[in-house]
């Protein structure tokens, strides 16, 4: 079972054994997903959060090598995730400290005392991100919520003693708070400690005017007042229930608003944070928490359910929108409106496609709106690009196109632009997976055709002693190995590598319905890297071949096509994973294309002499090739966590 500590330290075990994160950013994504588990999260969201003074294209880099960082030492399982968002999987077995002294219900005070055990200090102390500042002070309010509720219990039960213990507990943690001073005195109070009651008193105006430069409140006074004069411990118990938390964030929201406060720092709007979720704002409340979050860089979402309607927030964000000029808040705003129901949202969405100058803002915007069904904006966008060609509306045309689709009677657009600044902008999306196929794709071609290229070698000096000798009078063992081996990893290598990459290409710039034929098209071509490597062999050599160039030169580049077409099936589709049952199939299906094509090219190559042993050397060689490169390739791309 995996057991994280945040509260107090920043801790993984797996199975009883301590884990070893050294990525602080690793460590800030785990604890904001685990704080947060069975919620699926955008990526760029999380890029923003965890890397804000990065741009959007190193801060999603970042984002991939943390989370690749996290899979390896806690286990892939525990992040699923897709092209599009993550989350920690909450279905998994795992414990969290914070969690325990969240849960809800109403435990005995035993089961409180138990709860509380595992607070062990402010959330994830030494981390500066801008949300832990949020997470720590809710944490906190429900520490010191649930643990007033200790001592209230304890008083009421007459455990003076623990009712004590966990007064100093309280205020051991580093904070000033009078309810643990006050519970103390009545616990001294109650074991016969007149004088003890004192010194707590004395303790708490201490410290209450050395960190606050405060004197204690009425309340405090007038419970060491009654206790010193002889008043009856029980008697004080419950005797003034404290203000609610949502009248003192009423308040302290009323006075900044009082004050002209545009913007809330990071700790006022932690305080209101750490209120109750189910609280609510009226609108100009709402208006301030929202234009803050916004500022700070940390989730918005929180503030938008509290807002008094749908409709406000909405307002509050189009607002915002049109008060901050940075690219990075208005993105946040738009992927807010996408994520909330209704018309107004679609409304504004629209209104910022048409309006928005930065293209991928206006992007953005344009895709959210298509998602729900508006082809006004497309249309919109349509004639402001055959207008004057304008670039923010290409990028927002494009990106509809691509991530959407265009409406059957869609009027006539400029189709040369379009294509090309489709194919870039998949490019752009696509490259590091296309890089990372081809190389894969290389790596594992050229073992497969370095092993082909060193069996018959083996072969040879089993089976054929006098070719053997033959041979070793010209070059030594060693270095006839060696030569092949070498010649396999450049043929396969550059074989596997150009599949690879044209099948990439051919997923990215074609629409879905041709990306069939066109990554075979593609595949294709790049099989001539093949037949050049065979052709040159046979021309310079005479191996697997009998007749003039004028004849097998076609014929091997026939082979090299088929073959590069049989390979194509081999590559799943960009951003899909195959299984390994699936995956072996399609590797079947191409080795008994390669396999075909390759007896049939031997064949030709050789004319007649089929039965002689040159061409069943060839035909070994060729269906050697047939098998174990399609099954170097399979193995070689199979999708690992560098790959998210």
Known sequence: MLEVRLLGQFEVNKEGERIDIPSRPAQSLLAYLILRAGTAHRREKLAGLLWPDSDEKNARGNLRHAIWRLRQAIGAEYIPSDKISLSFDADREYWLDSAVVERAGQPSTDGLMRDLAVYGGELLPGFYDDWTVLDRERLRAVFEGKIQTLLDKLLAEQRWQEASEWGERWIALGYVPEPAYRAMMIAAAGMGDTAGVAAIFRRCEDALRAELGVDPSERTRRVYQELSSGGAPQALIDAEPPPSAAVGVERMLAGWRDQGVEVLDVASLAIVYAASPEQRFDELDSSLLIRSALAHDVDVEPWLTRAPSEAAAIEALIQSFDEYPRPQIRKRIVRALDGMEGKDAARALGDIAIKEDNPSIRAEAAVAAARRGSQQVTEYLRLELIADGDGSALAAFVA?????????????????????????????????????????????????????????????????????????????????????????????????????????????????????????????????????????????????????????????????????????????????????????????????????????????????????SEATGSLTAFLLYAILFPLGITLAIQRGPDMD
């Not at 060696?482 to 010649?487: A, C, D, K, Q, S």
């Not at 990306?515 to 037949?531: D, E, K, P």
């Not at 190559?605 to 002689?612: E, R, V």
């Open 400 to 612: 509809v196109a691509d991530e959407v689709g265009l409406p059957q009677e869609i009027g006539p657009y400029p189709g040369f632009p379009v294509a090309f600044e489709l194919g870039r902008r998949r490019w752009r999306r696509w490259k590091p997976a296309i890089l990372r196929q081809s190389l894969r794709a290389a790596l594992g071609g050229g073992s497969a055709m370095a092993f082909v290229a060193v069996l018959p070698v083996l072969i040879v000096a089993v089976l054929d002693p006098v070719l053997l000798r033959e041979t070793l009078e010209v070059v030594t063992l060693p270095i006839w190995i060696v030569i092949n081996t070498v010649m396999g990893l450049v043929w396969g290598g550059a074989q596997g590598g150009a599949i690879g990459l044209a099948v990439g290409i051919a997923d990215t710039i074609s629409m879905p319905a041709r990306r069939g034929r066109l990554r075979v098209l593609f595949a294709g071509l790049a099989g001539l890297i093949h037949s050049t490597f065979v052709i040159f062999t046979a021309a310079t050599g005479g191996t697997w071949t009998s007749v003039e160039p004028i004849i097998f030169i076609p014929i091997y580049t026939a082979y090299g096509l088929i073959v590069g077409m049989g390979l194509s099936i081999v590559f799943p589709r960009l951003g899909q994973v195959r299984e390994w049952r699936p995956q072996l199939i399609e590797m079947a299906k191409s080795s008994l294309v390669a396999a075909t094509s390759g007896v049939i090219a031997v064949y030709l190559a050789h004319g007649a002499s089929l039965k002689s």
